[in-house]
């Protein structure tokens, strides 16, 4: 089986036989890491090393806190006003497709709530055009999605908001590529496409900006208190923090997150080439230069023609082909754990396509 799964998403094999291996004995032990405490020397230290892990693979600078929250990246939407739409201040977000949008409307019940670009007008097709953007100094924060699931798009550059926070949810491509840290305040994502399992969700948050959190918001909501508890605040995810310390040692084994993106790039170079030459037979969702490493969205000439694609790409082992019901069409996400061969195996499979439909 092919796995374009858009998420929970697939996970290396390698890693997978480890989590096997290791299922019922964690390291001597005796125990499974399903059944040990969240207070043990063990747990403590697969914490520790995973947020070290992830400092180290993605240049963290010291001034930050790596967290592993519960709750999706969906009670980061919440979460993110409920601790910095404060103080009578207004929040900024970029509009960019679904999942923004979640964010938008969740900060909107939160507190006032401004778009500051939106594509919109472009069906989503392309991100919001951060060069356009004014920056008012009293702005809460700057909120955008890096990566829409949906739509197959992805911002290629950021902008430097100076003295204004800017939040980046990377749900859908944290540690897919190499990315400047320090010009964010706040980055979260879930962990199910690039990083391991769903539940678990990790938070980047520079320490500075947690003074500005009330002391009203509730603990389990309140980003300084599990800051503060290194992560530890309550039962954490146990087993989905496990499986990112397994994922992150595996992207460090595989040259570490430069050569992933070079990975990636040739994945995604890939499937867009075939779509592009096939004289229209493929058609690319996204703009071209907003087109997403991670979700390659696209469409066939005829309905029924991809109807029948979805049905031939089932048979023939490839799994999770079909587009978002929101996007509708054909969507293949080839997150870190994807190989170049699955890519190939799937490209060769939509050039017979084309050759037997076209
Ligand atoms: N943000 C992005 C970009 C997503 O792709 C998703 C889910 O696919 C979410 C947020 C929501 O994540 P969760 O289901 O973990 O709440």
């Known amino acids: 089986v092919y796995n374009f799964n858009a998420g929970p998403a697939a996970l290396p094999l390698d890693v997978m036989l480890q989590i096997q291996d290791e299922l019922l004995d964690l390291q001597g032990t005796g125990l499974s890491i399903l059944e040990i405490s969240h207070r043990s020397k063990e747990y403590e230290n697969i914490n520790g090393e995973t947020q070290q892990l992830l ?31 404060t103080g009578g201040r207004k929040a900024s977000y970029l509009h960019s497709g ?13 507190g006032e709530t401004a778009i500051a670009e939106s594509s919109e007008a472009d069906h989503f ?9 004014k920056i008012d100094p009293e702005t809460a924060y700057i909120h955008l999605t890096s990566n829409e699931t949906i739509a197959g798009t992805q911002y290629q550059n950021f902008i430097n908001t100076g003295e204004v926070p800017l939040f980046a949810d990377m749900s859908s491509d944290i540690l897919s590529r190499p990315i400047d840290v320090s ?45 503060n508890k290194r992560s530890l605040f309550h039962t954490p995810p146990v087993f989905a923090v496990y499986i990112v310390n397994l994922m992150l040692k595996w992207i460090r084994n595989n040259g570490g997150v430069k050569a992933i993106e070079q990975r990636n790039y040739r994945k995604a170079n890939l499937i867009y080439s075939t779509i592009d030459k096939s004289g229209g037979f493929y058609n690319g969702l996204a703009h071209p230069e907003s087109r997403s490493m991670m979700n390659v969205t696209f469409s066939i000439f005829n309905e029924g023609i991809e109807k029948h694609f979805l049905q031939e ?9 079909k587009g978002h019901r929101d996007a509708g069409h054909l969507r293949v996400s080839i997150y870190n754990a994807v190989t170049y061969e699955q890519c190939q195996a799937l490209t060769d499979f939509m050039l017979d396509f084309q050759k037997r439909f076209g």
């Open 125 to 133: 097709k392309k991100v919001p055009n951060l060069n356009r953007m």
């Open 313 to 321: 790409a089932e048979q023939n082992g490839f799994v999770g082909v």
């Open 55 to 85: 400092k180290e693979l993605l240049n963290i600078p010291s001034d930050y806190e790596v967290l592993f929250l519960q709750g999706g990246a969906s009670t980061q939407f919440a979460m993110v006003p409920m601790n910095f739409l």
């Open 98 to 110: 679904t999942w923004s949008g979640k964010a938008i409307a969740e900060a909107r019940k939160i």
């Open 183 to 227: 010009n964010f305040a706040l980055i979260y994502a879930g962990a199910q496409k690039n990083l391991g399992p769903s539940g678990v969700t990790v938070v980047i948050v520079k320490r500075k900006i947690l003074e500005r959190i009330p002391a009203s918001i509730p603990d389990i909501m309140n980003y300084r208190i599990h800051a």
